[in-house]
T-cell receptor
Framework: SQQGEEDPQALSIQEGENATMNCSYK?????LQWYRQNSGRGLVHLIL?????REKHSGRLRVTLDTSKKSSSLLITASRAADTASYFC???????????FGQGTRLTINP | NAGVTQTPKFRVLKTGQSMTLLCAQD?????MYWYRQDPGMGLRLIHY???????AKGEVPDGYNVSRLKKQNFLLGLESAAPSQTSVYFC?????????FGPGTRLTVL
């Protein structure tokens, strides 16, 4: 079974707007990672947040982590058409750096 | 560096046929993984390896076997393909935390 549940499953916004995706998980984790997948491609790592961190930034990306609620959010600011993709959260709960993925959020940026 | 490569990119099998998917990485990573992705879903771990000569089962290992004879290669085998194994297969490797993914193999079993 998948550890992460993502919300919403699909999101469509206008270019320039901000996009927020949420991820919930079930067990204690070492870190939580976000990946992007363009249609028909492999996944690309975006950002990692450790269990002792609450917020992290990378360019237009902002990730928060609330371990008490077992949830994380990914914010993409000033969205662009090139941000159109599926976004997955993945949790590392320990052991061989295995990741458990959520089912993803499909983000569409409309010009 | 090529990163993580997978062969083949596409394959169509008939039920009962066998095949091997090859994953290669040139980043000297110890850990390698095989995932499958079904429509509208995230990735599920099939098997993984923590180093040359080691393999272990993931979440959905039934019907698959793997081998890691060389550090840079991780092979995924289907001994007797079933329609339920129609999926996109991704290989990944990591040195520390971040996983690097291959482009995927789209497999259809008729």
């Amino acid at each position: 079974s998948q550890q992460g549940e993502e919300d919403p499953q699909a999101l469509s916004i206008q270019e320039g707007e901000n996009a927020t995706m949420n991820c919930s998980y079930k067990t204690s984790i070492n870190n939580l990672q976000w990946y992007r997948q363009n249609s028909g491609r492999g996944l690309v790592h975006l950002i990692l947040i450790r269990s002792n961190e609450r917020e992290k930034h990378s360019g237009r990306l902002r990730v928060t982590l609330d371990t008490s609620k077992k949830s994380s959010s990914l914010l993409i600011t000033a969205s662009r058409a090139a941000d159109t993709a599926s976004y997955f959260c993945a949790t590392d709960a320990g052991g061989a750096q295995k990741l458990v993925f959520g089912q993803g959020t499909r983000l569409t940026i409309n010009p | 560096n090529a990163g993580v490569t997978q062969t083949p990119k596409f394959r169509v099998l008939k039920t009962g046929q066998s095949m091997t998917l090859l994953c290669a990485q040139d980043m000297n990573h110890e850990y390698m993984y095989w995932y499958r992705q079904d429509p509208g879903m995230g990735l599920r771990l099939i098997h993984y390896s923590v180093g040359e000569g080691t393999t272990a089962k993931g979440e959905v290992p039934d019907g698959y076997n793997v081998s890691r004879l060389k550090k840079q290669n991780f092979l995924l085998g289907l001994e007797s393909a079933a329609p339920s194994q129609t999926s996109v297969y991704f290989c990944a490797s990591t040195g520390y935390n971040e996983q690097f993914f291959g482009p995927g193999t789209r497999l259809t079993v008729l």
